[in-house]
């Protein structure tokens, strides 16, 4: 992964159009990005074809994967769509190895 090139702000993005699908956000980034899909799955680590298959066929990312496209594209992870008991802050915590506690958070007004 080449790291994060957020080109155009995604959030505003997905703010200013809600009924947008994260599927339909990546293809818009990318193409205005001016990134192959070949591109993108490499930075990804996974196929062209899957890549063609989030963005064309509404295919949902793993928690892991969705994690990867919001570093690369500004996406939120937490914009795709998660079965029960699967969310990205549960895998995070799983990542760590560690609980998160809403204690472990530092307050915002310090």
Do not use: C
Not at 1 to 13: C, K, W
Not at 55 to 61: A, L
Not at 82 to 109: I, Y
């Amino acid at each position: 992964m080449t790291g994060s090139r957020n080109l155009g702000n995604v959030a505003v993005m997905s703010e200013n159009r809600p009924d947008t699908s994260p599927n339909q956000l990546l293809r818009e980034w990318r193409e205005r990005a001016g990134i192959t899909r070949t591109k993108l799955a490499a930075d990804l680590g996974i196929s062209e074809n899957y890549v063609w298959k989030i963005e064309n066929r509404g295919f949902v990312p793993s928690v892991q994967l969705a994690i990867s496209i919001e570093h690369q594209t500004g996406i939120p992870a937490s914009s795709w769509p998660r079965g029960v008991g699967d969310t990205v802050s549960d895998s995070l915590n799983d990542s760590t190895g560690t609980s998160v506690q809403d204690s472990d958070v530092p307050d915002a007004a310090a």
